[in-house]
């Protein structure tokens, strides 16, 4: 079965820290990938998305993630974090059978 | 706001009892996606349907159905409730099956407390 696993569940840094996530998925097929950010009392948003072409991608508020298909990772980056990115993180993987499959979320809490 | 509506916020209901979450997708999404998220589980991804046909089935109880009307919107019906179906239930939009859309918009989500 399809899974995705995220390696913290909960890291807690300081303000102007990098952060790496790291994310890992389990299916042999092609996969659509994603990182959705949810900010305490809103909904979850995407964060960035990998479908295709190169395997680093950049998405909202300084955030990039690096696909590495022969890991099967996803890993989330951030080079100098903030006290607003306090979140919970959810890597997901959309996989050909319709489905969009979410890791379990690792909490972020960056302390000023 | 991501343009996705759930109801009821909230719901607070006994063992045993059945109840209706409603989804109304993003205008022009033709997919709706339902997840359970509870504290122990994370998102689980429960059901998918695309412009009304059901596409994919997670990790959803026999004693769980929905279905996607012909306005696109969604229910999600939840019978003889158990005190572990008590989870945040949410309900997100895309305007393809997948492909290159892909992105999921979220709604608040509904939260069911069974007592």
């Known amino acids: 079965a399809q899974s995705v696993s995220q390696h913290n569940h909960h890291v807690i840094l300081s303000e102007a820290a990098s952060l790496e996530l790291g994310c890992n998925y389990s299916y042999g097929g092609t996969v659509n990938l994603f990182w959705y950010v949810q900010y305490p009392g809103q909904h979850l948003q995407l964060l960035l998305k990998?479908?295709?072409?190169?395997?680093l991608v950049k998405g909202i508020k300084g955030f990039e993630a690096e696909f590495i298909k022969s890991k099967f990772s996803f890993n989330l980056r951030k080079p100098s974090v903030q006290w607003s990115d306090t979140a919970e993180y959810f890597c997901?993987?959309?996989?050909?059978?319709?489905?969009?499959?979410f890791g379990p979320g690792t909490s972020l809490s960056v302390i000023p | 706001d991501s343009g996705v509506t759930q109801t009821p916020k909230h719901l607070i209901t006994a063992t045993g009892q059945r109840v209706t979450l409603r989804c109304s997708p993003r205008?022009?999404?033709?997919?709706v996606y339902w997840y359970q998220q509870s504290l122990d589980q994370g998102l689980q991804f429960l059901i998918h349907?695309?412009?009304?046909?059901?596409?994919a089935k997670g990790n959803i109880l026999e004693r769980f159905s929905a279905q996607q009307f012909p306005d696109l919107h969604s229910e999600l019906n939840l019978s003889s409730l158990e005190l572990g179906d008590s989870a945040l239930y949410f309900c997100?939009?895309?305007?393809?099956?997948?492909?290159?859309?892909?992105?999921?918009?979220f709604g608040e989500g509904s939260r069911l407390t069974v007592l």
């Open positions: 990998y479908f295709s072409g190169d395997p």
């Open positions: 205008s022009g999404d033709l997919s």
């Open positions: 997901a993987v959309m996989t050909s059978y319709d489905k969009v499959i």
């Open positions: 349907y695309y412009n009304g046909e059901e596409r």
């Open positions: 997100a939009s895309s305007v393809a099956d997948r492909g290159d859309a892909g992105e999921l918009f």
